[in-house]
């Protein structure tokens, strides 16, 4: 135990100024690097204030985080964001936005026309390429979120983090996100934590699935391990035994062991 | 059956012709729709303001007697005839020189100092309720001061523009920047944009659609107050024009000038907001 982990969340609190109680408390994770990790609740259940900590924008109140065995309490480019609801600079067009991010990350020292390159390859990574010139305004949902994803990935974080990034998508767009999403995982290698609501994607998509109790003072009801071999195909998977059994003990926390309480109170 | 064997034969040539055009007439429709209401309506006051004046006992002069009597001054706006006897578009032009002078001061300190407002709780907690009670007080309480200190009409005038249109702009900038989202900010935050890079490249940008609400206010404001203060101070100017018209019994004249003065305005709010249009393209879509 005395080793750390990759990035190590320890006996994490946070309690928001004027709330009487925490929000989170004594939440401890350990990820390896190169994981895919998911994070699902009950909405409410401080599921983005986890992440936040994670990223620096929040101060934990106890415990802390580790990355790489250095503690984390500033927001930085190591620890690249997907925000739920993608944030892109509304004036920047699409290729302005992730140059944007790579100028003060990954491209301070590079030239002006490595630091583009370097942006359109990222953006031909999530497909973005004919919309190089759009700006936010003029693109759909599922493009803001690539755009997202693509200024994410533009600055080599050690972890990637994602806020239910395919949350506002239709089922269509959210499947194919999906895929581009596992795709660079593999490509890339890069450890992710990321946040759903939805029980198919976290089996789906991750290699542990941390499951939060209802909040306040939420924390790790339980950690699932998904064995399920890469490359994955949610076609072949449909029908997987090992899916189907993972889909099910994720669903029985959820709905019988810890039903949202605004359900079980009606 | 021959349907479903018919039209997949017939499709490509559809495909590669062009649409046909409508016709002249159902392409001008739409701006028809949109012009004719106004011209109506326009027309129609003008013969209920005829009729209304036309009675022996008005005292205003209807709209035929208005053109008998002033026609030159919309027929020829640039003569001038020696003093202060000159085209109505030279007047203006006065106007708008003192208007352009003091809005742009006013826009300069204005948005410097809601900047400064809205990045500084204290000096948005020293300055604000000292704003909040100096915006409230009507422009012309202004002049006289004004021209105490400065004992010049031009001046003064200027100052009083400066003064009326600088409220608005300090306080749409402040709350812009105080409303920068909490997003654009945590993503500042990750990619390690601070001090004066995530004020230019954040906080500016974000703001500037309310900057320019506070600048399209503040134009209004100006052209107000402009033509009240120049009925004060004499000199020339369009609110000049109005009063010597008004003391020489020409209302003829007077009418023609409201015309110009509510023209000129108009123009004036339409430049601001095409402006700001340009400047925040795209911001506000999203
Ligand atoms: N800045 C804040 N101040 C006070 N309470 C907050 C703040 N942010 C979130 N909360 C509260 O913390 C709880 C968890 O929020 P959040 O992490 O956004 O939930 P989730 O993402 O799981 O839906 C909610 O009850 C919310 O009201
Ligand atoms: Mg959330």
Known sequence: ?266 | MNVLVTRPEAAPILASAPLPQPSRVARLRPYAANILPPLLLTLLFFLAWEALCSGPGSNLPPPSQVWAESSELILRPFYIRGGLDRGLGLHLFASLERVALGFVLAAIAGIALGLLIGTSDFAMKGLDPIFQVLRTVPPLAWLPLSLAAFREATPSAIFVIFITAIWPIIINTAVGVRNVPQDYRNVAAVIQLRGPAFFWRIVLPAAAPYIFTGLRIGIGLAWLAIIAAEMLIGGVGIGFFIWDAWNSSHLSDIFVALFYVGITGFVLDRIVSALGQLATRGTQSS
């Open chain 1, 1 to 266: 135990m005395t080793a750390h982990a990759y990035l190590e969340i320890s006996n994490l609190s946070i309690q928001f100024p004027k709330s009487p109680v925490p929000v989170l408390r004594d939440v401890t994770l350990r990820i390896d690097k190169g994981q895919y990790v998911s994070v699902i609740g009950h909405s409410g259940c401080g599921k983005s204030t986890l992440l936040n900590v994670v990223a620096g924008l929040l101060p934990a109140t106890a415990g802390g985080v580790l990355l790489e065995g250095q503690e984390v309490n500033t927001p930085g480019p190591d620890r690249a964001v997907v925000f739920q609801n993608h944030s892109l600079l509304p004036w920047l067009t699409v290729t302005e936005n992730v140059l944007m991010a790579v100028e003060l990350t990954v491209g301070r020292k590079m030239s002006k026309a490595e630091r583009l390159a370097w942006t359109l390859e990222t953006l031909a990574l999530v497909k973005m390429t004919h919309a190089k010139d759009k700006r936010p305004g003029e693109i759909s949902g599922g493009m803001k979120q690539r755009v997202g994803i693509a200024r994410a990935l533009a600055m080599r974080p050690k972890v990637l983090l994602l806020d239910e990034p395919f949350g506002a998508l239709d089922a269509l767009t959210r499947a194919h996100l999906q895929d581009e999403v596992m795709r660079i995982h593999a490509d890339l290698g890069c450890t992710v934590i990321m946040i759903t609501h939805d029980v198919e994607e976290a089996v789906l998509l991750s290699d542990q699935i941390v499951m939060l109790t209802n909040g306040p003072n939420a924390r790790v009801g339980e950690v699932l391990e998904v064995g399920l071999p890469r490359p994955r195909s949610r076609i072949a998977l449909g029908a997987d035994p090992r899916f189907l059994a993972a889909r099910e003990a994720v669903l029985t926390f959820l709905h019988d062991r810890h039903a949202a309480p605004t359900l079980t109170a009606a």
